[in-house]
């Protein structure tokens, strides 16, 4: 992929937001413990069981605490997943069940408009 597609991915995905709201996915959260789960949506603590699925309507959110593991889904149209992470480091920020690539190769043919904490190496050194 060159990173002038991902700059114009980047620029319709805010135009989106801004003209639409955010939308985002069912969110299901488990526990190895078998037992009931808090999860936070929009700021109210929702009890789940184990296993238990959150579905968000348009433009309501959840909070994912360090621990939470979870898998999204879209159901009945298109989807637009936003996060907003506080370190964005997608080295330490994402542990996956299964081993997963990150983004494909980028063949860079124009300097990105926003960096990962994983593009500082080949950007800012």
């Known amino acids: 992929m060159k990173r002038s597609e991902i700059n114009t991915i980047l620029r319709q995905s805010e135009a989106f937001l801004r003209g639409f709201g955010q939308?985002?996915?069912?969110?299901?959260?488990?526990?190895?413990?078998?037992?009931?789960?808090?999860?936070?949506?929009?700021?109210?603590?929702?009890c789940l069981p184990a296993g238990g699925i959150l579905r968000l309507a348009p433009g309501e959110s959840v909070t994912l605490m360090p621990g939470n593991r979870?898998?999204?889904?879209?159901?009945g149209g298109d989807v637009l997943i936003g996060e907003v992470s506080t370190v964005n480091d997608d080295r330490t920020d994402n542990i996956f069940r299964d081993p997963i690539?990150?983004?494909?190769d980028i063949e860079e043919d124009e300097d990105p408009q926003h960096l990962?904490?994983?593009?500082?190496?080949?950007?800012?050194?």
Do not use: Q, Y
């Open 116 to 125: 990962l904490v994983s593009d500082d190496e080949t950007w800012l050194s």
């Open 101 to 104: 690539g990150r983004f494909a």
């Open 23 to 46: 939308i985002l996915p069912p969110f299901a959260h488990w526990s190895p413990r078998a037992e009931i789960d808090g999860i936070a949506s929009d700021g109210v603590t929702k």
């Open 70 to 75: 979870h898998a999204f889904r879209g159901e």
